[in-house]
């Protein structure tokens, strides 16, 4: 019998996704390791994600992995990843009332930048909008957005 490894393809696109500040915060305090949506990307696991903060900071605030994203009925959600999301049950409940799926996104080597990329910056240096929910990036787009946020 053989045994298999699962093997990362190096990642052909990145994901900007708008997150609200407070989750931003909880994400970069470790608290919450675990995105959850109510429509996923349709991304590979390994896929860089840059983080942008769409509430008081209005910036991008720095970076993760896509981890396997997993998708159920939210009952059943809850249960594999309630303690990773940063919110109550009954927030959790709120979010995707009505819901048939409910989508987690696991994030991984989550990094915060030393410095912030403004909504002013990403539109004139980045050329980019943030999106409502999230979008797909080049990996150059990605490469220079990474190295503006990790300038110290």
Not at 28 to 39: A, D, I, M, N, W
Not at 40 to 65: F, H, L
Request: a negative charge.
């Amino acid at each position: 019998m053989t045994q298999h490894q699962l093997v990362r393809e190096p990642a052909r696109s990145a994901v900007l996704i708008s997150i609200r500040s407070s989750f931003v915060e909880a994400i970069f305090s470790g608290e919450k390791t675990v995105e959850l949506r109510r429509h996923a990307p349709k991304v590979a696991m390994g896929t860089p994600m840059v983080v942008y903060s769409s509430g008081r900071d209005m910036a991008i605030r720095g970076y993760a992995v896509i981890g396997q994203i997993l998708a159920s009925d939210p009952d059943s959600l809850w249960e594999l990843v309630g303690q990773e999301t940063g919110l109550s049950r009954a927030e959790y409940d709120a979010y995707f009332a009505g819901a048939e799926r409910a989508y987690a996104i696991p994030l991984e080597s989550i990094s915060e930048g030393k410095q912030q990329v403004s909504l002013a910056d990403m539109r004139a240096e980045h050329g980019l909008e943030p999106p409502q929910s999230w979008r797909y990036l080049g990996m150059e787009s990605f490469e220079r957005i990474r190295k503006a946020v990790s300038a110290a």
